[in-house]
């Protein structure tokens, strides 16, 4: 899997957009751009994911640059709710080996939104 | 729809005992995983099942067991529980291999 690099941490005020930036320049083209978050003592939660469009759901929006090199996860309207350690993983969803089933999380960034 | 539930929540162990922790999705997956987290140490896959019937190690397997009972529910042994199993450990679900997985709450293990 192609390796991800995030700010380690971000302060965002309640009710404004959260902007949390990825970079994964060495990302191939069969792999895909994953957000989770894990709200301290919770499990892991997963956000939204893409290959090369952006995406939105009810929860974020994800915008990946044309080259594909960097992308940014847009929580449109962050909550108290919304702090928690944000992780971007680049990975394929083709079977390339056990390990290839595992999800790797880097340190993330941690995101406090600001009452 | 509850998701992936896991119990106990918390336990205690001596050293020696043995437990079941309990995974079960409502979400009709096939592959189901289970994981532990350590402090500092991300999550590390100790077994995973592919789909009901088939179940594999995965990067810390050693001194755990798994049964895949059926679609719902898959379950992790300690047979015989050390200190160095202390930790938190997550049940997962993903409607394939490959795809996006869903997590439980977490049940905290301490062995002492």
């Known amino acids: 899997d192609a390796k991800t690099t995030q700010p380690p941490s971000m302060d965002c005020a309640e009710g404004r957009a959260a902007n949390l930036p990825c970079n994964h320049s060495?990302?191939?083209?069969?792999?895909?751009v994953y957000w989770y978050r894990q709200i301290h003592s919770q499990g892991p939660q997963y956000i939204i994911h893409?290959?090369?469009n952006n995406e939105t759901n009810e929860m974020a929006s994800l915008i990946i640059t044309e080259d594909r090199k960097s992308s940014t996860l847009i929580l449109p309207h962050a909550t108290l709710r919304d702090t928690a350690v944000y992780y971007c993983?680049?990975?394929?969803?083709?079977?390339?080996?056990?390990?290839?089933?595992?999800?790797?999380f880097g340190k993330g960034t941690k995101l406090s939104v600001i009452p | 729809n509850a998701g992936v539930t896991q119990t106990p929540k918390f336990q205690v162990l001596k050293t020696g005992q043995s437990m079941t922790l309990q995974c079960a999705q409502d979400?009709?997956?096939?592959?189901m995983y289970w994981y532990r987290q350590d402090p500092g140490m991300g999550l590390r896959l100790i077994y995973y099942?592919?789909?009901?019937?088939?179940?594999d190690k995965g990067e810390v397997p050693n001194g755990y067991n798994v049964s895949r009972l059926n679609k719902r529910e898959f379950s992790l042994r300690l047979e015989s529980a050390a200190p160095s199993q202390t930790s938190v450990y997550f049940c997962?679900?993903?409607?394939?291999?490959?795809?996006?997985?869903?997590f439980g709450p977490g049940t905290r293990l301490t062995v002492t």
């Open positions: 060495t990302i191939s083209g069969n792999e895909y």
């Open positions: 099942s592919a789909s009901e019937g088939t179940t």
């Open positions: 993983i680049v990975r394929s969803n083709a079977y390339s080996g056990a390990g290839s089933y595992q999800l790797t």
């Open positions: 893409g290959l090369k």
């Open positions: 997962a679900s993903s409607e394939w291999v490959g795809r996006e997985q869903y």
């Open positions: 979400m009709n997956h096939n592959s």
